[in-house]
Structures are given as structure tokens and as C-alpha cells.
């Protein structure tokens, strides 16, 4: 069965670097996202991405963060300074439609720790 | 944002036995309720979804029932099994494309 490949699985950093994460979605699915699980709290959503822009963001998703799909394959999440509070488990999800119809696939996730 | 709500964080059952798992909602815009399991160390797996104009759905040992007028959603797991034990999550989606999640219900099934 086809599944959404993240990596690293664990990225530590220091405070103030920049960072990628890396994903590659299910190969014929056209919508991407970001969410991130800060420990002990709930899934949220950071960003979409639909047909190279992004569709929503949330509050969450400032200036210091940046989505790409630098080829027809990877999805990436840029942080470029990194904060303490930034530190938690970042999942990729890819869907082949935006509506609730198709559920999203997720990735396994990169647990950030930011030092 | 306590748009979804899963108001128990763990719940214990017996093989062979039901597990009821709520949630509940604020949102009465949603238009989809889904269900994803979480094992440790890896992503939230799709398990089973409803659309808001329906109000069971059947998968399998999986069951999602709607309530809409109390906003309330539960998944039924019957019978179940120790593989079962996991994170489970709700989550709904309305006219935009993203997820919003419950805190997430721990179930443990024991032999």
C-alpha cells in the first residue's frame, strides 16, 4: 500500500538554526499538509498546499515558516529560526482531494527538538 | 479552539468486548467526521469516516455512529481485540481542507 514518507525521524537543533523537513506524499495525490503534535496536546494543522501555493495556513504558521514542492515528488517545511517552542512531532499528510471524501494519509512524522 | 472535544483521555476493555469511544462537537458546519488510530511512533492511521447526512457507518469490526443533533459522534469497535490498543483521534473537516482534531481517547484492550 502506497504511504507518505517523512524524514528525518528525529531532527535536533539548535535554537535560532534554520531546518527542513522532508516528505514525499502518495504519488497521484494532489493536496499536501503540515500539522504538528506539541507533547501531550492535540494534532494541529500548520498549512495546505494545493497546485504550488498554499490553500489555508494557520495562526501557527508565521513568517518563519515556509512550505515548497521543489520537485514533482518531495513537499518540504522550512523553519528559519528555530524556537524553543517550535520543538514537537511534525506530520505530513497527502490527500488525492480536498474535500472530506478522501481521507488524509499521514507520514510517520520528524520529531523536532530544538535545544 | 475545543471545536472537537474527546472528553476521555483512556479507556480500558476487555477482548472480545465493545469499546465505545466518544466525541463531540461544537461545529455544527462540519461535514465529515473521521477516526484515526495512533500507535506510538508512528502517524495517524485512517481507520473508518461519515459524512454529517449520514448516521452509521460500517466497516468491518468498525462502526461510527452520528448523532447531529447532539453533536455527538462515537466509534464502536466490537469485537475487540489487543491489537486494537492505540491512540484514537476524531477529527472533522468542513469546506476548507484541513483536519481538526480531538485531544484523543488512549484505549487499552486487555486478554
Known amino acids: 500500500e502506497p504511504e507518505v514518507t517523512q524524514t528525518p525521524s528525529h531532527q535536533v537543533t539548535q535554537m535560532g538554526q534554520e531546518v527542513i523537513l522532508r516528505c514525499v506524499p502518495i504519488?497521484?495525490?494532489?493536496?499536501f499538509y503540515w500539522y504538528r503534535q506539541i507533547l501531550g496536546q492535540k494534532v494541529e494543522f500548520l498549512v495546505s498546499f494545493y497546485n504550488n501555493e498554499i490553500s489555508e495556513k494557520s495562526e501557527i504558521f508565521d513568517d518563519q515558516f515556509s512550505v515548497e514542492r521543489p520537485d514533482g515528488s518531495n513537499f518540504t517545511l522550512k523553519i528559519r529560526s528555530t524556537k524553543l517552542e517550535d520543538s514537537a512531532m511534525y506530520f505530513c499528510?497527502?490527500?488525492?482531494?480536498?474535500?472530506?471524501?478522501?481521507?488524509?494519509?499521514f507520514g510517520d512524522g520528524t520529531r523536532l527538538s530544538i535545544l | 479552539d475545543q471545536q472537537v472535544k474527546q472528553n476521555s483521555p483512556s479507556l480500558s476493555v476487555q477482548e472480545g468486548r465493545i469499546s465505545i469511544l466518544n466525541c463531540d462537537y461544537t461545529?455544527?458546519?462540519?461535514?465529515?467526521f473521521l477516526w484515526y488510530k495512533k500507535y506510538p511512533a508512528e502517524g495517524p492511521t485512517f481507520l473508518i469516516s461519515?459524512?454529517?447526512?449520514?448516521d452509521k457507518n460500517e466497516d468491518g469490526r468498525f462502526t461510527v455512529f452520528l448523532n447531529k443533533s447532539a453533536k455527538h459522534l462515537s466509534l464502536h469497535i466490537v469485537p475487540s481485540q489487543p491489537g486494537d490498543s492505540a491512540v484514537y483521534f476524531c477529527?472533522?473537516?468542513?469546506?476548507?481542507?484541513?483536519?481538526?482534531f480531538g485531544t484523543g481517547t488512549r484505549l487499552q484492550v486487555f486478554p
Open positions: 499528510a497527502s490527500t488525492f482531494s480536498g474535500d472530506g471524501n478522501q481521507p488524509q494519509h
Open positions: 477529527a472533522a473537516f468542513y469546506n476548507t481542507d484541513k483536519l481538526i
Open positions: 461545529n455544527s458546519m462540519f461535514d465529515y
Open positions: 461519515i459524512s454529517s447526512i449520514k
Open positions: 504519488s497521484n495525490h494532489l493536496y
